[in-house]
């Protein structure tokens, strides 16, 4: 009984963090189901459009689910309704930006797990970046290739550049797809630091709650 208690008592404490596990998790998972069932490189003109619509309108719109699904975004919005006297209140204005601060940080967990994990597959990147539209980085990546790559780049994605050759194509989508996977660790490890910075804040703030007190 003692054990579960034990249990049981670090689960409470542990709450947040289990919860946004689990909403990266689920997001994770949701990113790999639409990469392999909905989404589909054009292989056009529209190869750059499409690519970001699919990496970050669903981001977006995570991040507007996750404000209104927090109750303290309706409190706080509520609250400005009703204080309009208190509004221009200097103490007012820095309590309800810490508490939409402490909303955000809740809500940007779905959207920048979706970002990560989908830079992590490189699908949506790779199609975009076939798509650029930028002298610098499309020589960048058909540098030392055929004459016909920068003419045929669009095309690489599905596959159907026929005038360059098969090596040409995979080391360029190769080129793509860890250029990918490099934002997306970047993104992660940032995401890391700017959390453990919030930590140690939080614990300055709260001295009574550390070891040595």
């Given at each position: ?8 008592k ?33 292989c ?34 509520t609250?400005?309704?009703?204080r ?35 830079l992590?597959?490189g ?52 080129t ?9 660790w ?16 939080a614990r ?10």
């Amino acid at each position: 009984m003692d054990k579960f208690k034990t249990v049981l008592k670090f689960v409470q404490n542990q709450q947040t963090s289990l919860g946004f596990g689990l909403v990266a998790l689920l997001t994770a998972g949701g990113e790999q189901i639409f990469s392999s069932v909905v989404f589909k490189c054009p292989c056009s003109g529209w190869n750059f459009l499409y690519g970001m619509v699919f990496l970050l309108v669903p981001a977006l719109a995570l991040l507007v689910l996750g404000y209104i699904m927090s109750n303290k975004t309706w409190k706080l919005f509520t609250g400005l309704c009703l204080r309009k006297s208190t509004f221009c209140s200097f103490k007012y204005f820095c309590a309800c930006g810490v508490v939409f601060f402490q909303i955000t940080t809740t809500a940007v967990v779905a959207p920048v797990s979706w970002i990560a994990v989908a830079l992590l597959n490189g699908n949506y990147f790779e199609c975009a970046m076939t798509g650029v539209n930028v002298t610098v980085f499309t020589n960048h990546l058909c540098d030392g290739k055929s004459p016909q790559c920068l003419d045929e780049l669009y095309k690489f994605p599905c596959g159907r550049a026929t005038n360059v050759p098969q090596s040409e194509r995979d080391d360029v989508l190769a080129t793509i797809r860890a250029e990918s996977q490099v934002l997306g660790w970047l993104l992660i490890a940032s995401i890391m630091v700017f959390n453990l910075l919030l930590i140690c804040v939080a614990r300055c703030k709260l001295p009574s709650q550390l070891p040595c007190s």
